[in-house]
């Protein structure tokens, strides 16, 4: 990397079954095991987890009722794409805006890419 360029590593990872903590701990674990230190806060990293997968995001931006993150939702959002179109920058104003009822993994993952935004990155 260059003195003058912003650069920064963003992972999207499912969380599945661990979730969005368990998948950053994975990763935690990871650096340790190939004796890497620990991600530093001042880093241009973030890690983003849906959980179980990004469609599980996709319904809650989109409205789609009670969206639970202990069961994937992947099949409901398909039937949702049979009957209705989708409009992506309708998605990215909600996730810019979040919600009261906004799901833990998106905070999480919103407050990542705050992070790098404070940095400069």
């Known amino acids: 990397m260059r003195p003058r360029e912003n650069v920064a590593l963003v992972m999207v990872v499912d969380g599945d079954r661990d979730g969005w ?52 939702l992947k099949e409901r959002y398909e039937r949702y794409l049979r009957t209705h179109r989708v409009d992506v920058s309708d998605l990215a104003r909600k996730f810019s805006s979040g919600g009261d009822d906004e799901l833990p993994s998106m905070s999480h993952a919103r407050a990542e890419l705050a992070r790098l935004g404070r940095q400069g990155t």
Request: charged letters at 25%; hydrophobic letters at 40%; aromatic letters at 6%.
């Open 21 to 72: 903590k368990g998948r950053v701990a994975s990763a935690s674990a990871a650096l340790s095991e190939a004796e890497e230190r620990e991600r530093q806060a001042s880093e241009p990293i973030c890690i983003c987890v849906p959980t179980w997968h990004i469609e599980t995001w996709l319904l809650w931006l989109l409205g789609e009722g009670t969206i639970d993150e202990t069961e994937p």
